[in-house]
């Protein structure tokens, strides 16, 4: 049976969030709710701000859920000079695996291949990971022989492969993350609502004190005397809202990926070179192999944002640069997606562009932040608050990590007789010591405890928790967003339903 975690409640109803967006008086609205601005709006509430935090579509909803999945330092930018972003990511790495969110940050080596003919020579490649691991504070660094490697990676091309270059990095839930941040937020007192876009700034006396937002149908007035906008791509589009004349402070770059059916289960994985400056890679994530990413120039809705036929094709062959083409076949695809990068604006190809944070400020005030990596949110959001402290009266920017709900502190339960052990590993890892929590409503129905595919271990009682603690209000919401249905190509018509059905509760 599963005991209740003591002291937790809902939060707010969707309709008592509304209303207290339109009624309260806020320090800061975040616009956007991917990972920059839900961290945003969790440190902000932590340090007893009024926050509010809104986004047009879904938590999460774009680049903060489309990205390679991993927490890095970032190998390649060692090569291009940016020494400074790999030390920052890798101390980033650490507390994140350590404290913020160990749930949902693991550990993994990782080997890049040295093949005859290949862009790198070995003593460069190890000089390289040797400078990288010391960054990284890692042991993990040297070379390993074509056996060992395909010990650790079946399915590893060894013709013409003279070794491996072993070092360690680690890989996460993207989704995940951005919605600890956002749970983080509204534990901490923040308002937060998904489906409700700005379509207006409020400007007195020259400055912004607030926004028009429009939530189910309605527009709402939210007073604020601050205002992040964190859209990511959409960027741009909120910063005409101050300013129509404004031109363009990013520009995008859509990063495509492919999920293929692992044959079997991976110990490592693996950076592909594909040039001088490019690598690819082949990630083991949930029992399936994660494939990419592409670097291709995007001018397009971001909305609309797809992997293509032709991006496939690519990361494939790619794939079989290293690996049996057998493995990475068309007929081993499970599912498609991809997102956009925010990138600063200039000259050169996008692949060698710096991952630097783009922070403007508008005519009238607004803060807009956008870039940066999955990595450093943290130290991003924290860079917000900093240029706001004056503005928001904050005496100090508390810079000390905190753990993420679900981090820390007790299970608070006992495992379920009925829950398979690979189901109650998958919940340990998404939800952390907010598993018992979960699982509650189980008590009273335990059906809740079937998975909602037999081929997958999420199961009913998680759509039904994302839609009661969440935000969940789509069955994509839950599908893409809140569990491994879609990765693992899993949302066929019959889950659909199962997924709207719980919802609809």
């Not at 993420?404 to 299970?411: E, I, K, Q």
């Amino acid at each position: 049976m599963v005991e209740p975690v003591p002291g937790v409640a809902p939060h707010l109803s969707r309709r008592d969030s509304i209303d207290r967006l339109g009624s309260l008086q806020f320090d800061l609205l975040v616009i956007g709710g991917g990972i920059i601005g839900a961290a945003t709006a969790a440190h902000a509430a932590r340090a007893g701000l009024a926050v509010a935090l809104v986004d047009a579509g879904d938590f999460g909803g774009g680049t903060s859920s489309a990205s390679s999945k991993l927490i890095h330092g970032g190998l390649r930018y060692l090569r291009l000079g940016d020494v400074r972003l790999v030390r920052e990511a890798h101390h980033e790495r650490r507390l994140l695996s350590r404290l913020v969110a160990p749930h949902l940050v693991h550990r993994l080596p990782f080997l890049f291949p040295l093949y005859r003919g290949g862009p790198y020579r070995p003593w460069v490649v190890q000089s390289g990971i040797l400078f990288y691991s010391a960054l990284a504070q890692s042991r993990l660094n040297w070379l390993v022989d074509a056996g060992r490697a395909q010990a650790q990676v079946p399915g590893l091309r060894v013709d013409g492969l003279r070794s491996c270059a072993l070092y360690a990095d680690a890989w996460t839930n993207d989704a995940r993350l951005t919605l600890g941040n956002v749970r983080a937020a509204a534990d901490a007192g923040a308002v937060v609502l998904n489906g409700a876009e700005v379509v207006a700034l409020r400007v007195v006396d020259g400055s912004v004190a607030g926004a028009e937002v429009r939530v189910d149908g309605v527009e709402v007035e939210v007073a604020a005397r601050a205002i992040v906008n964190s859209a990511g791509p959409w960027v741009d589009q909120v910063r005409k809202l101050e300013d129509a004349s404004v031109g363009t402070s990013v520009r995008l770059s859509k990063g495509a990926h492919v999920v293929v059916e692992a044959e079997t289960e991976w110990s490592a994985a693996l950076t592909v070179p594909q040039d001088l400056v490019r690598v690819t890679f082949a990630v083991p994530w949930y029992g399936m192999l994660l494939l990419g990413t592409t670097e291709t120039p995007y001018d397009g809705d971001p909305g609309g944002v797809a992997a293509s036929a032709e991006d496939v094709d690519q990361i494939l062959s790619e794939a079989a640069v290293a690996l049996d083409p057998a493995l990475v076949g068309h007929d081993r695809v499970r599912a498609t997606f991809a997102g956009l990068r925010v990138l600063p604006v200039g000259a050169g190809e996008s692949v060698s562009a710096r991952r630097e944070t783009v922070y403007t400020v508008g005519r009238a005030g607004m803060l807009s932040v956008a870039g940066g990596k999955l990595t450093t949110y943290r130290r991003i959001a924290l860079g917000v608050l900093e240029r706001l402290r004056g503005q928001l009266g904050l005496r100090e920017v508390d810079r000390a990590p905190w753990p993420l709900p679900g981090a820390s502190g007790p299970a608070s339960m006992r495992d379920p007789e009925a829950l398979d052990s690979d189901v109650l590993a998958h919940l340990r890892h998404l939800y952390g010591s907010m598993t018992a929590e979960v699982l509650a409503p189980a008590e009273e129905d335990p059906s809740l405890l079937d998975r909602l595919d037999p081929a997958g271990p999420d199961i009913a009682a998680q759509a039904l928790y994302a839609a009661t603690h969440e935000w969940a209000r789509s069955s994509d919401d839950v599908i893409r967003r809140r569990t491994t249905l879609f990765y693992r190509g899993l949302a066929g018509d019959e889950v659909v339903q199962r997924v709207n059905s719980l919802l609809a509760r």
